[in-house]
């Protein structure tokens, strides 16, 4: 195989970026179920995700640093670099806000919601979806469905509507229950971001495959 | 942007083999043309083509045109066109003779004899080459007992000396040290300004650095022409893509 040791390296940053993904994944699901379950064991779980996508993502940073100082990437091979360096810090970044709503969950504690927990959930489900065909495109080296991202963005965006209406009349209603829709209204903004950050990933993985730039609003 | 010399059509070889097999492609003015390719694509032939130092090989023919101001340098006279079109070989090649005779050679040639005017191209083309300084003070001394890298400088300082339009470098930092070699690149950037460069090089980095445009040459094709920019960022064909990123073959 020639140039052994970019190739090594280069898969070494891929396989680092798609753990770093599952494991976003993983504080998405976890972030919400806990706060659905007011579980503050599973809260304080993903504050340990939290913290080893940190590392992961300074892992990543340090490989794509070296890589790019010791073995001259250019190409296709200098857009697979600079998209995993964007691409492992959305995914940190998704962690943190994942953090966010973790913290909700141990204010939350034993409180009763202001209803059941619906659509924040399906939110959650969503972009556990998208993160998946990111992920899917990451391992393959093949450009993702853009139409599929747009599509399950545009719903994390109507339920964020559907959910800040709703609340929004609960607080208009009961101005007491302000502080307890406020908290479920951050939790469903976070979600909303995270689902732009995650269609934004598919953008950068097909630049990094095609070298096309796609923008996704 | 004005085209320098326009190249086409362009077939060459030596007896029965091919080397360059029809090539176009425009070089344009002031700017710095990079030509990248694996061993025996064509880059130096194509090259040499350019100044018609192909054809002093014993076998060597060509084909198609090459436009130097859109005039066709193969119906005019080939010493006139070295003048306009200067080359600077892989290793540097000084006369065994003084800085100052190396420098002032080409002029010589041309019929200049006036010690003054002499002195002013001599002093002029150091400096264009970023040598004057290192070298003022000794320019009665022998050109071979010069750094590699001063040598190479020289070289390039001999060519300017003619006031050529368009110089032709084939590997000129190959056998330079990283720091020579960077006084080479800063001075292909800086000459720029006034000369039009075409540079055959096997360093990928170095074409990144300083070409403005690159060709990337294989087996006598040229593949992919472009933007240096958009060839080592995004190049459209997969051949061009597999040799610079090194997966070639």
Sequence with gaps: ?217 | MNNKMQILNLTAGFGDTKVLKNVTMDIPENKVVTIIGPSGCGKSTFVRCLDRLHEVIRGAWIKGKVLLDDSDIYMDDPIELRRRVGMVFQMPNPFPKSIYDNVAFGPKLNGIRNKKSLDKIVEESLKKAALWNGVNDRLKKNALSLSGGQQQRLCIARALAVEPEVILMDEPTSSLDPVASAKIEDLILDLKKRYTVVIVTHNMQQAARIGDFTAFFLLGKLIEYGETAQIFENPKDKKTEDYITGRFG
């Design chain 1, 1 to 217: 195989m020639a140039r052994k040791a970019l190739e090594e390296g280069l898969n070494e940053i891929r396989n680092n970026t798609i753990k770093l993904g599952e494991l976003t994944k993983e504080a998405i699901i976890k972030s919400v179920e806990s706060l659905k379950n007011r579980d503050i064991a599973m809260a304080e779980e993903v504050m340990g995700l939290e913290e080893k996508s940190d590392i992961i993502n300074l892992e990543i940073d340090e490989d794509t640093l070296r890589i790019t100082a010791l073995q001259q990437p250019v190409a296709k091979d200098l857009r697979f670099i600079s998209a995993m360096i964007k691409i492992s810090d959305n995914f940190e970044r998704i962690c943190d806000l994942a953090e966010k709503i973790a913290h909700i969950t141990i204010k939350y504690k034993e409180k009763k919601f202001l209803k059941p927990l619906i659509d924040i959930p399906r939110m959650a489900l969503v972009i556990t979806e998208m993160i998946d065909i990111d992920l899917e495109a990451i391992e393959n080296n093949t450009s993702p469905s853009v139409d599929k991202l747009i599509e399950k963005d545009d719903l994390i965006d109507n339920l964020y509507i559907q959910i800040y209406n709703e609340l929004i009349s609960f607080m208009i209603r009961d101005p007491k229950k302000i502080d307890d829709a406020t908290d479920l209204l951050f939790v469903a903004r976070h979600l909303e971001r995270i689902g732009d950050i995650a269609a934004k990933t598919g953008a950068q993985i097909v630049y990094m495959v095609e070298g096309k730039r796609v923008w996704i609003k």
